[in-house]
């Protein structure tokens, strides 16, 4: 089973910055898809980022140039870096794994992101 916790949420300014870090356990972390997902009140909810083992990434097309994914294999840590944060990039941000070794996806508790204009 893995575990995923969450931390780095709060309130912030548009046009501000936050960075998300989410903590694994439960699994081989090197042998994880890592991600970020967010639900906005009223809306589905949405990938944001992903990030492979060896450091490959992909983002929906509304935070390109804004959001950075990283990962710490040594660490066991995946971080969501946002800048130039938008009103539309409040939500719950969830943190997401997908273990190869038994095909599960797992997403953590959430934290709540919020940018007033």
């Known amino acids: 089973q893995v575990q995923l916790v969450e931390s780095g949420g709060g309130l912030v300014q548009a046009g501000g910055s936050l960075r998300l870090s989410c903590a694994a356990s439960?699994?081989?972390?090197?042998?994880?898809?890592m991600g970020w997902d967010r639900q906005a009140p009223g809306k589905q909810r949405e990938l944001v980022a992903r990030?492979?083992?060896?450091?490959?990434?992909n983002y929906v097309d509304s935070v390109k140039g804004r959001f950075t994914i990283s990962r710490d294999n040594a660490k066991n840590t995946v971080y969501l870096q946002m800048n130039s944060l938008k009103p539309e990039d409040t939500a719950v941000y969830y943190c997401?794994?997908?273990?190869?070794?038994?095909?599960?996806?797992?997403w953590g508790q959430g934290t709540q992101v919020t940018v007033s204009s």
């Open positions: 997401y794994a997908f273990a190869i070794a038994n095909h599960q996806n797992y």
């Open positions: 439960g699994s081989i972390f090197s042998n994880m898809v």
């Open positions: 990030i492979i083992s060896g450091g490959s990434t």
